[in-house]
């Protein structure tokens, strides 16, 4: 009987530990996409979606115990992170390494055109309407400048959202690239007088790395 109990109470223990060792990778999992993202919105979601079976009682509340104290370690790393990175991320946007077009609110009147140096390629790029969307301006003014370009016959090229490495180690992120005549030139979008002095930090940068010149689309004269 003693024996038997003891094969029970090492079967338990053994049941314990795989249950444990299951629930620990679930949660490693879900800690490490958490820490990577700086955020915890989706911690307990994703722990229910994987962990929580209801013909698994003792399953789950292992996994629950083990979930809670992942949680309060994980809390403090995320906050640090994401602290950090936000501040990394003002830091570019200040500089103008990253222009940031999420928050952009414009509404053009009707006829509203952009400003822009963009003829020192030789390209006329006058009336060009602004639609205050950033994906629908950037849309058109390459749509407009391929066409100039194939009616002067010159190759042209382009990337959107780019990203450069700088003379000082840094990267910049450009919204539009242009390839044409064997050179690089970077395009900005400019709608706000923030935009305007980031366009202005980068440039020095951007001239130092080689870029012969920038270009903008402004809906406010320079």
């Known amino acids: 009987m003693q024996g038997l109990s003891i094969i029970l109470f090492i079967a338990g223990i053994i049941i314990i530990l795989i249950n444990f060792m299951i629930n620990l990778g679930n949660i490693s999992k879900i800690s490490m996409y958490c820490i990577q993202t700086n955020t915890l919105n989706q911690y307990w979601s994703a722990w229910f979606k994987s962990?929580?079976?209801?013909r698994a009682i003792?399953?789950?509340?292992?996994?629950?115990?083990?979930?809670?104290?992942?949680?309060?370690?994980?809390?403090?790393?995320v906050l640090i992170r994401k602290f950090l990175f936000n501040k990394k991320v003002k830091t570019q946007v200040d500089n103008g390494l990253w222009f940031d077009y999420s928050n952009v609110k414009v509404s053009p009147n009707e006829g509203d055109t952009f400003f822009t140096n963009i003829n020192k390629l030789g390209l006329d790029q006058e009336d060009l309407k602004v639609y205050g969307d950033v994906k629908l301006d950037v849309m058109m003014i390459v749509g407009s400048l391929v066409k100039a370009c194939q009616e002067k016959g010159i190759p042209l090229a382009y990337k959107v959202m780019e990203e450069v490495k700088l003379h000082n180690t840094q990267k910049a992120r450009i919204?539009?690239?242009?390839?044409?005549?064997n050179e690089q030139y970077p395009v900005y979008l400019i709608y706000n007088d923030d935009q305007k002095n980031q366009f202005y930090k980068v440039g020095s940068q951007l001239e130092q790395s080689g870029f012969?010149?920038?270009?903008?689309?402004?809906?406010?004269?320079f």
């Not at 012969?212 to 004269?221: G, L």
């Open 212 to 221: 012969k010149d920038c270009f903008y689309f402004s809906v406010n004269r």
């Open 58 to 77: 003792i399953s789950s509340i292992i996994g629950f115990v083990l979930a809670v104290l992942v949680f309060f370690v994980i809390v403090p790393i």
């Open 51 to 54: 962990s929580v079976n209801g």
């Open 175 to 181: 919204p539009v690239l242009l390839e044409m005549n």
